[in-house]
């Protein structure tokens, strides 16, 4: 018996640190809920202990109005008009996250953001939110973002015991889909091995305008020579989708 597993993990989007001033906010996730029809992002604060920002404030643009957010499931914020229409957000500590939950699916663009530290010092620059219009795309995960396979028993075929689902939103057709995969494996396995056994297998889909959702599933295929690559040990295979318009 061969004990270990493979565990898939899914990212969509790099998390990507802007900074302002001492301080640095990431949009660390984006996620669509399909069975509340609610997006969730979630950003996180981060700055020196000893120079901690008084609150930031994230540009909303004129589609979003208030009844479109849920307040109730979100970190408090206030409207403000000034230094241009959004959120604010006060900040009370060095590592702050910020929950944003908006009735609907969004597409997230580049708006205006802002952090303030004191009355003198406030930092202008932007950040990945809620996007209102022009063309745009993004992909999220719907379900199986971790995903196992059953212990080798030998060789064989072994498929995952759950698929994947993704959600590709985009304002046009003809978008382009691809993943590029990463491997952690034991000292002494063969990452040649590793990468010829794992199969992924996307299943046929239309890339066209709108919401497209993406079924993906997985299979360990080994033959009796790949044990000698794969000693008994944690294999991890992180997967980065990524979806882009064709240009």
């Not at 996730?29 to 069975?35: D, N, W």
């Amino acid at each position: 018996m061969l004990g270990w597993a493979i565990l898939l993990l899914l990212s969509t989007f790099p998390a990507v640190a802007e900074s302002f001033g001492s301080a640095s906010i990431t949009l660390q996730s984006r996620r669509y809920y399909s069975q509340w029809d609610l997006t969730r992002l979630v950003y996180r604060v981060n700055s020196s202990k000893n120079d901690v920002p008084d609150f930031w404030t994230l540009g909303m643009g004129d589609c979003i109005a208030a009844d479109q957010i849920d307040g109730y499931s979100s970190t408090e914020f206030t409207w403000v008009d000034q230094p241009f229409r959004g959120l604010r957000f006060e900040n009370d500590s060095r590592n702050n996250f910020v929950y944003l939950w908006l009735n609907g699916q969004w597409d997230v663009g580049s708006v205006p953001a802002s952090v303030a530290f004191d009355s003198e010092r406030m930092f202008h620059g932007t950040l990945d939110g809620p996007l209102c219009e022009g063309s745009s795309i993004s992909v999220g995960i719907l379900s199986g973002a971790s995903v196992e396979f059953p212990q080798l028993l030998g060789a064989g075929s072994f498929p995952a015991a759950t698929m994947t689902r993704l959600s590709v939103s985009s304002t046009s057709s003809g978008w382009l889909f691809g993943y590029s995969p990463t491997f952690s494996i034991p000292e002494n396995a063969q990452q040649s091995v590793v990468e010829r056994i794992f199969q992924i297998v996307v299943e046929p889909h239309d890339s066209r305008e709108g919401t497209t959702e993406l079924s993906i599933s997985y299979q360990l295929k080994v033959s009796d020579q790949d044990f000698v690559g794969l000693p008994q040990g944690s294999y991890v295979i992180g997967i980065m989708y990524t979806v882009m318009a064709d240009d």
